[in-house]
């Protein structure tokens, strides 16, 4: 069997096409090879929102190492004499 990959999907294109395949109509003998499938794409979509939610932690792990960087600048106004 030769594999093949599809790349360069959103998040959003890899759903349609999962619920695509709930209104298909299917015959006995290709409901196994549409289950699969069905597996595969909705495999797909759980790696895409760790992949998403891990970006996110680790953004928000950035911004606070950053805010932590930085001095905090306390404004002394003195007046002079």
Known sequence: ??????ENLTIEEIAAMRQALNVID???SSAQFIALLQNKLDNEINTAHQIL????TTKYQDI???EKSQP???SS???KS
């Open 72 to 74: 905090i600048e306390k």
């Open 53 to 56: 939610k891990q970006a996110e």
């Open 1 to 6: 069997m030769i594999l093949f990959s599809i």
């Open 77 to 79: 106004h003195k007046s």
């Open 64 to 66: 606070v190492e950053i």
């Open 26 to 28: 299917i015959k006995g």
